[in-house]
């Protein structure tokens, strides 16, 4: 079974930029979660999707977005791109009822 | 709201010697505590998880952890630790009430092992 896959897996933006990133999710998860990871404040929570409705959120400004497809596959959106966004951002994905999530390598993103 | 605290950012140790890392959580209800492993440039890998039952719980990669409630710890251990055992360690916890989204995660351990 193949595992979570994000694209692109390296991104670099300038400042002010907008960005999406891919997730697909291991076939029959239905939910994605993503997830920020930076030095400075470690893995924090972005979004939950599931059956292509946003089920929970972290606490980010309204630049963060997200959505998912009736397929599961999952995107994450940025606007106004900011030097403090530059991260590496994860993409979870976990069966319906299960407690374990299984992460992409992730995407890491760049801001100059 | 849950929290976890990883009291040790890095934990040096030669190769075939045991390790211990630390894990304390706080939540008020119920909790479900993951360990996770994530090797340089790579994502997450779950390494073994609690969710009820026996307190020891027994892992990939020779790894086990305890969950003890009294003292609200879920420490890792391993008898003996190989160079690629070297990587980030991150304790997380998902509390009772929550969804399975809601990872709370710790601030990582960085596991150095050396000859």
């Known amino acids: 079974k193949a595992g979570v896959t994000q694209t692109p897996r390296y991104l670099i933006k300038t400042r002010g930029q907008q960005v999406t990133l891919s997730c697909s999710p291991i076939?029959?998860?239905?939910?994605v979660s993503w997830y920020q990871q930076t030095p400075g404040q470690g893995l924090q929570f972005l979004f939950e999707?599931?059956?292509?409705?946003?089920?929970n959120k972290g606490n980010f400004p309204g630049r963060f977005s997200g959505r998912q497809f009736s397929n599961s596959r999952s995107e994450m959106n940025v606007s106004t791109l900011e030097l403090g966004d530059s991260a590496l951002y994860l993409c979870?994905?976990?069966?319906?009822?299960?407690?374990?999530?299984?992460f992409g390598p992730g995407t890491r993103l760049t801001v100059t | 709201a849950q929290s976890v605290t990883q009291l040790d950012s890095q934990v040096p140790v030669f190769e075939e010697a045991p390790v211990e890392l630390r894990c304390n959580y706080s939540?008020?209800?119920?909790?479900?505590l993951f360990w996770y492993v994530q090797y340089p440039n790579q994502g997450l890998q779950l390494l073994l998880k609690?969710?009820?039952?026996?307190?020891l719980v027994k892992g990939i990669n020779g790894f086990e952890a305890e969950f003890n409630k009294s003292q609200t710890s879920f420490h890792l251990r391993k008898p003996s630790v190989h160079i690629s055992d070297t990587a980030e360690y991150f304790c997380?916890?998902?509390?009772?009430?929550?969804?399975?989204?809601?990872?709370?995660f710790g601030t990582g351990t960085r596991l150095q092992v050396t000859l």
């Open positions: 609690y969710l009820s039952g026996s307190t």
């Open positions: 939540s008020s209800v119920s909790v479900y």
């Open positions: 076939s029959g998860h239905r939910s």
């Open positions: 999707y599931f059956s292509e409705t946003q089920r």
């Open positions: 997380a916890v998902i509390s009772g009430t929550g969804t399975a989204s809601k990872l709370t």
């Open positions: 979870a994905s976990c069966r319906d009822g299960s407690y374990e999530q299984y």
